[in-house]
């Protein structure tokens, strides 16, 4: 047991090369050793055991305790002294005793000082002890100038062997294991997040130093699936009652005609007949070293300013609905790495169809008017959630936007192509499209092969314009336009912020 002590008195160090070095210099300086406040110091002990290593920083030594050995009681033909002290004689036959780590554990004559010392440590080397108030118990039930036989027995019965001695049981001095740092710490922290959300494993890579990571991504709260909320009542809003939703009564939802939610979806074909967003093909792709069979892809069939209505939480259809694919956990590995030019990026570590849903834009959910009141470094995380605003025409309703500057996913560090590989369509299944704040949806563009970067175009009405033959060099550059490193052959050459 390591204690943090509050002077640098080498006898109160957990090592006995320390102690009898103490012990040495005690004997020069001391005539008569003390042990007159030894209990203050161990409750002391067992307070701080909790507290960093006092030499290296790292966490405190713990105490491995084999837990149920049996009672430590004296041997039957050991001697015992007229007064209330009692001496360990007899060492533990455990492999990993003290005497194996190079420590002797050598008889000597009972005192008060020193050998109140030598017997606490040799007392904890040979009985099993519960936690550090059960040591502290043993020792100040006893003399304050003694150190009892006061052993804890805890759980079921030890398989180990017996030791030959009347002293049984055996505690093992170990380090914890140092604390991650870095990219390790902070791949963990997201890990464990995308795991609690049943998503695939996020990796960070190699390739990123940890003198490469910002000190806001520590504190950085990762969201796979939902908005965070910093205003009330924006998330009063998105909550919407029960009884606004409109629910199916489908086991399986296989027609859209027939589905109940989707009522209001405005995907169909040229008859005017409902469609789902998404394709009931399954196909089975190679992901590396394995087979996949993916369904549900996405079918591209939406018209601008179209939302996707996929089924909700009061439909009665199971998870493995065909209508609900964006709001499934993530089911692909995704790495972040380090890109040539523009920093961060995110990839695939598996072969993607066309039409694969990869996931959707997280972060916290704000009036658009309110982007004007972020911190400039906040700006470049922004994403506008109009998917349903036709560009030149009056769009009614509130808008809103997403900040993932502080809290989202890996969709935050997907870079700006102007031949991007991935698109991004609306997607309702929280909350109604009335309220205006569906989730950004990112799906495969094209077959995307394994390690290509994930990209979207930041500005797609610039890409319409020269589709319309308008051309780049006709347009207006923003002042806030930046520099474009897409480094695709259709760059447009800048982007507008």
């Not at 040799?122 to 002890?129: A, C, D």
């Amino acid at each position: 047991m390591e204690v943090s002590w509050p002077d640098d008195a080498v006898h109160k160090r957990f090592t006995f090369l320390r102690a009898q070095a103490y012990e040495e210099k005690k004997h020069k300086r001391l005539d008569k050793p003390s042990a007159a406040n030894w209990d203050k110091e161990i409750e002391s002990a067992c307070r701080c055991t909790d507290e960093p290593d006092a030499e290296d920083g790292n966490a405190a030594s713990r105490l491995r305790v084999r837990r149920g050995t049996p009672r430590s009681t004296l041997s039957s033909g050991m001697p015992r002294s007229s007064s209330s002290k009692r001496t360990r004689g007899p060492t533990p036959s455990n492999p990993l005793s003290l005497s194996k780590r190079g420590v002797s554990a050598r008889k000597r004559s009972p005192s008060i000082g020193d050998d109140a010392f030598r017997s606490l440590m040799f007392n904890l080397s040979t009985s099993t002890v519960e936690s550090p108030r059960a040591i502290s118990k043993g020792v100040t039930e006893g003399s304050k100038n003694a150190i009892t036989n006061h052993s804890v027995k805890y759980g079921q019965a030890s398989t180990s062997k017996p030791a030959s001695s009347a002293m049984k049981g055996d505690i093992i001095f170990v380090r914890s294991a140092k604390p991650l740092r870095g990219r390790a710490h902070l791949q963990s922290n997201w890990n464990q997040a995308a795991q609690e959300a049943g998503a695939a494993d996020l990796h960070i890579s190699s390739e990123i130093v940890d003198g490469d990571i910002g000190q806001h991504l520590y504190k950085f709260k990762y969201m796979e699936r939902s908005y965070h909320f910093d205003n009330d009542g924006l998330q009063s809003i998105f909550d919407v009652d029960p009884g606004a939703f409109l629910a199916c009564a489908c086991t399986t939802c296989q027609r859209a005609s027939r589905c109940d939610c989707q009522t209001e979806s405005e995907i169909t074909n040229e008859r005017g007949h409902k469609l789902y967003a998404y394709s009931g093909v399954s196909i089975s792709i190679c992901c590396g070293t394995y087979w996949q069979l993916v369904q549900g892809l996405f079918a591209f069939r939406i018209p601008q300013g179209v939302e996707v209505i996929e089924c909700n939480k009061y439909c009665r259809c199971g998870p493995m609905c065909g209508n609900r694919v964006a709001q499934k956990p993530r089911d692909i590995p995704i790495e972040i790495f380090k890109t040539k030019q523009c920093g961060w990026g995110a990839r695939c570590l598996v072969a993607l169809p066309k039409g694969k849903v990869l996931g959707i834009y997280t972060g916290t959910l704000l009036r658009r008017e309110d982007v004007e009141n972020l911190p400039p470094e906040h700006i470049g995380y922004v994403f506008d959630l109009d998917g349903t605003e036709v560009r030149g025409q009056h769009n009614a309703g509130d808008k809103f936007s997403v900040d993932s500057y502080d809290c989202g996913n890996w969709t935050r560090f997907v870079n700006h192509s102007c031949s991007p590989s991935m698109k991004v369509y609306s997607v309702v299944f929280d909350t109604i499209r009335e309220v205006h704040m569906p989730y950004v949806a990112f799906v495969a563009a094209r077959d995307i092969p394994i390690g290509e970067e994930l990209t979207i175009d930041y500005e797609p009405s610039a890409a319409e314009d020269m589709a319309e033959g308008t051309g780049k060099q006709k347009r207006k550059m923003s002042p806030t336009a930046l520099l474009c490193k897409c480094g695709s052959k259709r760059c447009r050459g800048w982007i507008k912020q």
